[in-house]
């Protein structure tokens, strides 16, 4: 891709916020262009659609909130205090999403606007995310932190599909969240989670 750090950055940024705010279907790759002072010619030089840009922006801003978060392997939520963990990376987490307004973008994307394409970029993300969830479930269970009495492929479907329903949530209703009221959320989701997956 000929394009400087700099204004790929501008274009990731920009695609981002129209992603997210018109759905991919509705998303104006003319405004897109426009509103990084590109000529058509100039950005089918670099990408040779809107699928193309839209995998580009999931890769950039996955890759950036990947190396932001530094998230810990798996297995090592089987040595010491597992709960204490997970706060840890949720807290991480929400110090991260909270700092930069181009991970809401991402969320969005992520989920309410991908393309009908079911191999795009977006969903390989959320695979990963599903899958290093799964094997935090799993090094809980094998840690004893983890309830044993259900199957380990519904607990990770579970813990996925709970995570990702309060990040969504959250996403959408950050605005209107005080701040001084966000730990407590992050404290009452933490105690779901914990209710539902420790074990009794």
């Known amino acids: 891709?000929?394009?400087?750090?700099?204004?790929?950055?501008?274009l990731v940024r920009t695609a981002a916020?129209?992603?997210a705010g018109s759905g991919y279907q509705r998303a104006s790759l003319n405004a897109i262009i426009r509103d990084c002072g590109l000529s058509k010619s100039s950005f089918y030089n670099i990408l040779d659609s809107k699928l193309a840009l839209y995998d580009l922006v999931v890769t950039?801003?996955?890759?950036?909130?990947?190396?932001?978060l530094d998230l810990p392997a798996p297995a090592t939520f089987a040595d010491g205090d597992f709960w204490q963990k997970i706060v840890d990376v949720i807290?991480?987490?929400?110090?991260?999403?909270?700092?930069?307004?181009v991970y809401a973008d991402l969320?969005?994307?992520?989920?309410?606007t991908q393309p009908p394409d079911e191999q795009n970029e977006a969903a390989r993300v959320l695979a990963s995310a599903s899958q290093w969830i799964s094997d935090v479930v799993r090094a809980g269970r094998e840690a004893g932190a983890v309830r044993d009495d259900l199957p380990i492929s519904l607990q990770g479907e579970l813990a996925f599909t709970m995570l990702r329903?309060?990040?969504?949530?959250?996403?959408?209703?950050?605005?209107?969240?005080p701040a001084d009221q966000l730990?407590?959320?992050?404290?009452?989701?933490?105690?779901?989670?914990?209710?539902l997956f420790a074990p009794a």
């Open 107 to 112: 969320a969005q994307m992520l989920y309410d």
């Open 17 to 19: 916020r129209e992603f």
């Open 183 to 195: 730990t407590a959320l992050v404290d009452a989701q933490l105690a779901a989670l914990r209710r």
């Open 1 to 10: 891709m000929a394009i400087t750090e700099e204004r790929r950055a501008q």
């Open 60 to 68: 950039d801003i996955s890759r950036q909130l990947s190396r932001e």
């Open 165 to 177: 329903t309060f990040d969504e949530w959250s996403v959408n209703n950050l605005d209107t969240i």
């Open 91 to 101: 807290v991480t987490l929400t110090q991260v999403l909270t700092n930069d307004d």
